[in-house]
């Protein structure tokens, strides 16, 4: 079978692709991590980027993991008086 100039490129192509992949799963996982263990970084996340902590608590939700959305509120509340 004779090899055509175009795979190399397609294969760099498809390498390139496959690196974005990873890396952007990567960022996810990194965003639901610190999220996940830093109170303080989902109040930043909720006065920045209200939708993206959203996602963050309706994932939680969806796994069985129900109280985090209540004691951010709680504390974030309580730290206002």
């Known amino acids: 079978v004779a090899r055509t100039g175009m795979e190399p490129v397609a294969r760099k ?3 390139g692709v496959l690196l974005l992949e ?3 799963v990567a960022g996810a996982y990194s965003l639901f991590y610190r999220m996940d263990t830093n109170q303080d ?3 930043t996340m909720n ?3 209200p939708s993206i902590l959203e996602v963050y608590y309706k994932s939680n939700e969806l796994a069985g993991v129900y109280g985090k ?3 951010d509120q709680l504390k974030w509340l ?3 008086s």
């Open 13 to 15: 192509i498809l390498k």
């Open 22 to 24: 990873i890396a952007a």
């Open 78 to 80: 309580s730290s206002k």
């Open 41 to 43: 970084f989902r109040h």
């Open 69 to 71: 959305r209540e004691e």
């Open 47 to 49: 006065r920045r980027f």
